[in-house]
């Protein structure tokens, strides 16, 4: 999960077109109100996938046309028989914008309508509390386990990647998403993985090529930094995993060297250092 900017006094002109205003109002006084989504439906969901560049809020997986629009609070009660994450619907944000963000459809399976905070008696239950419409002051208040991307400003520092494609969180919140969203399922764990297998491979052919038929240092130097410039590449934010990205290439001797034997591993780790100076310039 990376920080995405979004202005929340300019919502897309769907959102707020007037013709929605008998449907906002039956929001607020009907509490068995049922979601209209043509009313956020077209360029809303357009708009949201502009500004998480294609991807999930959660998970960062490139998704496209797979993008669903989630309601980060939401909109309708949990009533489980298991009453531990029962709570009442934040009916009044079904159609704010700064409640809106774009998931994958496995990650807005696993949330669901899950919405836990670290204490239960500070959730807001209706539209009338004064920071039932402030995003940030809301966020502030009830202090929710889930994070919000477009609020908190460093939400990286919930989760920490491995080698091994799995990710951890580092925090409370990080925890109870890497739980409630199923960041390690089967699928989402098999793809980080496959990710860091291809760049270990790619880099294995290159240095088995140098060391076995007199490959001139350079040119070795030339095959390697083609890597290592993917790798720096991927971990920008508008790139599909990019934050596991950032990883690779600050704990490059965890996930990649450390695939290699000794001798190898020191000519690799010259290389990537004489990259990364060459590239921090
Ligand atoms: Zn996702």
Same mark, same amino acid.
């Given at each position: ?9 300019? $919502? $897309? ?10 449907? !906002? ?9 049922? /979601? ?39 909109? !309708? /009660?949990?009533?489980? !028989? ?19 963000? +774009? ?12 919405? $836990? ?14 920071? /039932?419409?402030? /995003? ?52 989402? !764990? ?49 790139? +599909? ?20 034997? +000794? ?19």
């Amino acid at each position: 999960m990376i920080h995405v900017k979004k202005d929340c006094n300019n $919502p $897309p002109a769907e959102l707020t077109d007037s013709k929605w205003s008998n449907i !906002k109002l039956d929001v607020l006084t009907n509490s068995d109100h049922s /979601a209209k989504s043509k009313c956020y439906r077209d360029t809303t969901l357009n708009e949201l996938v502009k500004l998480y560049s294609n991807k999930c809020a959660c998970c960062e997986r490139s998704r496209g046309e797979e993008l669903q629009i989630d309601h980060y609070r939401p909109k !309708k /009660a949990r009533n489980n !028989k298991d009453t531990t994450y029962n709570h009442l619907g934040y009916y009044w944000l079904t159609y704010e914008w700064s409640n809106l963000i +774009p998931l994958c459809s496995s990650c807005n399976q696993a949330k669901s309508n899950y919405f $836990p905070l670290k204490d239960n008696d500070k959730r807001i239950t209706n539209h009338l509390h004064r920071y /039932a419409n402030q /995003a940030i002051r809301l966020y502030i208040y009830e202090n929710p386990l889930f994070i919000n991307p477009e609020i908190d400003t460093k939400p990286e520092r919930h989760f920490k990647y491995l080698p091994n494609g799995e990710v951890k969180g580092r925090t409370i919140e990080g925890k109870t998403m890497v739980k409630f969203y199923k960041l390690n399922s089967r699928t989402k !764990k098999r793809e980080r993985r496959g990710i860091i297998k291809e760049y270990i491979l790619d880099i294995r052919k290159a240095l088995y090529r140098y060391y076995n038929s007199n490959e001139n240092n350079e040119y070795l130097r030339g095959s390697l930094d083609t890597i290592f410039e993917k790798i720096i590449e991927n971990g920008k934010t508008d790139k +599909p995993l990019s934050l596991m990205h950032d990883y690779i290439r600050r704990f490059f001797d965890k996930f990649i060297e450390n695939q290699f034997k +000794p001798n190898m591993q020191d000519r690799l780790i010259t290389l990537f250092k004489d990259y990364q100076n060459k590239w921090s310039k």
